[in-house]
């Protein structure tokens, strides 16, 4: 039993947490004029749509670079801005970097400048404009809300991967509880959200049988 936003006690034989991810978006003004159409967070999803184009990465993690290095499947021009923090991967991360031309701009960004939900300049705080005509950002990602963990479900410890563990039938490692999606290890696609979802529903229905009628 659970109880919901007003208080109101919920009851139920089996429970599916599918609440999803949140991807922190750069606390840059006017971002989200541009969200969705020019500023993205998956290369996977988004990176053919801006194909022989200048991509921005904003993020100082270590995932920075990984990012960038990936983005250069679809174009050879890509820039880094940590956005005023300091880079948070090593020499030899950054040679990497330095071998296929990347630049890295550490000053914070102060705005974007474009139209139409099309970025064209990232505009730093020493005002400077970097011609970019799509972003990607790596900064933070969490589950939406805490149900997982009140409901004593393990959960991964590495901020960076915020994943329910499931086993391959999606079960958590609570009676009862199962988690698909976002929430959990694999690939972050609405189409493999669904697959996971046929399978905790097999496996659930499966589990509503009776002893006598399971072989």
């Not at 991807?23 to 801006?50: F, K, M, Q, W």
């Not at 005002?127 to 009140?150: M, N, Q, W, Y």
């Amino acid at each position: 039993m659970t109880t919901n936003a007003n208080d109101h006690a919920v009851r139920a034989r089996r429970i599916v947490l599918a609440y999803g991810l949140r991807d922190t978006l750069p606390d840059i003004p006017n971002i989200e004029e541009y969200y969705g159409r020019s500023v993205h967070h998956c290369p996977d999803c988004d990176g053919y749509e801006a194909r022989d184009k200048r991509i921005g990465v904003i993020a100082w993690g270590t995932g920075a670079v990984a990012l960038a290095l990936k983005l250069l499947q679809w174009s050879d021009d890509v820039v880094i801005f940590t956005h005023g923090h300091e880079r948070e991967w090593d020499d030899e991360l950054n040679s990497k970097l330095l071998a296929e031309q990347i630049t890295v701009k550490t000053e914070k960004i102060a705005a974007l400048e474009g139209g139409g939900g099309c970025v064209e300049n990232a505009v730093l705080s020493t005002g400077e404009r970097v011609p970019v005509r799509a972003l990607f950002f790596s900064i933070h990602v969490e589950r939406t809300c805490d149900l997982a963990e009140k409901l004593g479900c393990e959960c991964a410890t590495d901020p960076g991967e915020p994943d329910i563990v499931v086993d391959e039938h999606r079960h958590t490692t609570v009676e009862g509880v199962w988690a698909v999606g976002d929430v959990v290890a694999g690939s972050k696609l609405a189409v493999t959200a669904a697959a996971g979802g046929a399978i905790a529903a097999i496996a659930i229905n499966k589990s509503l049988l009776p002893p006598s009628r399971r072989v």
